[in-house]
């Protein structure tokens, strides 16, 4: 009887539409909340936010970002503040997608993008450096480092227009 059961329950299914994704094709849509691959921003000005305070290391619990700060100058300025993250690394076969970098974040620097085509043949490709997770400057913006006149920067986070 259980296999009348099977069989009647294969016979239903046969007739159904097939619910298969044809993947480059069609992308499946991710929930609004999904976190993909991690990525470094910029302030409009083309600055980067990334003040190299290591906070998001700190808060990972994979030990998963390594993050080596290094002293801005007025002739190669990465960030407004004093420092800039001279290294930058995400091994992503550590990363556990959590977000607690994100949370820690005092300048909102790294974002969990919705990326989610990452993929590795070597286990030194999982290790994303500053230069694949920083976004392009805002276009007709220099890219980092600028020159800028002696003493325009001395605060960690730049004003920023009213939009009111």
């Known amino acids: 009887m259980n296999v ?3 069989f009647a329950t294969t016979f239903k299914h046969l007739l159904e539409e097939p619910v298969t994704i044809e993947y480059p094709e069609q992308v499946q849509q991710f929930a609004e909340r999904y976190k993909g691959r991690h990525e470094l921003k910029r302030y409009d000005n083309g600055l980067e936010k990334c003040i190299g305070c290591a906070l998001c290391a700190a808060s ?3 030990d998963a970002i390594w993050v080596e700060a ?3 100058t007025d002739e190669a300025r990465f960030s407004p503040g004093e420092r800039y993250a001279k290294t930058y690394e995400i091994n992503m076969l550590r990363c556990i997608f959590c977000g607690y970098c994100e949370d820690a974040c005092p300048t909102e620097a790294i974002v969990l993008g919705r990326e989610h085509r990452m ?4 286990r030194r490709d999982a290790i994303y450096t500053k230069d694949m997770l920083i976004n392009p400057p805002p276009a007709g913006k ?4 600028q ?5 325009v920067y001395n605060r960690s986070i730049p004003d920023m227009e009213n939009p009111l």
């Open 4 to 6: 009348i059961k099977g």
């Open 147 to 151: 020159q800028v006149e002696p003493g």
């Open 60 to 62: 990972c619990p994979a």
């Open 70 to 72: 290094a002293e801005n």
């Open 119 to 122: 993929s590795f043949t070597d």
């Open 142 to 145: 220099p890219a980092t480092p």
